[in-house]
């Protein structure tokens, strides 16, 4: 894979970064020529993620967290891997919330984020390596 497939963006937890990760994934996604409803898709997913990250991941909120953010490209996918080292979780392991036939005022808060992810995404992965969570989402970029 050359370097033109491959892109790389590191923030810090916190919140004021999450237009810098919306904009590294659509220049990115957009210097591809990626589909834009693709790339809408994967800004979507990328910013929830790092969202919840920076949302649930750290006890100590106020102590500056690397996250990193790793695009890459090849024929067939977009993979986004989302790199952090805060509280180990796995988010594919929560249910699909019940509440998601309800109308929005009778839902509980909370678990719909990572559902959606799982809904625009082709392939969602985490695992736990060292000290660090890494959660990969893939998108087809060609027709199977």
């Not at 990193?68 to 249910?95: H, Q, R, V």
Request: net charge negative; glycine share 4%; charged share 30%.
């Amino acid at each position: 894979m050359s370097d033109s497939c491959k892109k790389q963006l590191t923030i810090l937890n916190k919140f004021e970064q999450i237009p810098d990760v919306e904009e590294f994934v659509l220049q990115t996604a957009s210097n591809w020529k990626i589909d834009p409803e693709i790339i809408n898709e994967l800004v979507l997913s990328t910013e929830e993620i790092v969202s919840n990250i920076i949302n649930y991941g750290f006890n100590d909120v106020s102590e500056d967290r690397e996250i990193n953010i790793l695009m890459m490209k090849d024929e067939t996918k977009i993979s986004i891997i989302i790199k952090d080292d805060g509280i180990a979780f796995n988010p594919l392991g929560k249910e699909t919330p019940d509440s998601i036939e309800k109308p929005v005022e009778e839902r509980e808060a909370g678990g719909l984020g990572i559902y959606f992810v799982k809904e625009l995404m082709d392939h969602v992965d985490y695992h736990h390596e060292g000290k660090f969570n890494l959660l990969t989402i893939e998108k087809f970029i060609t027709k199977k």
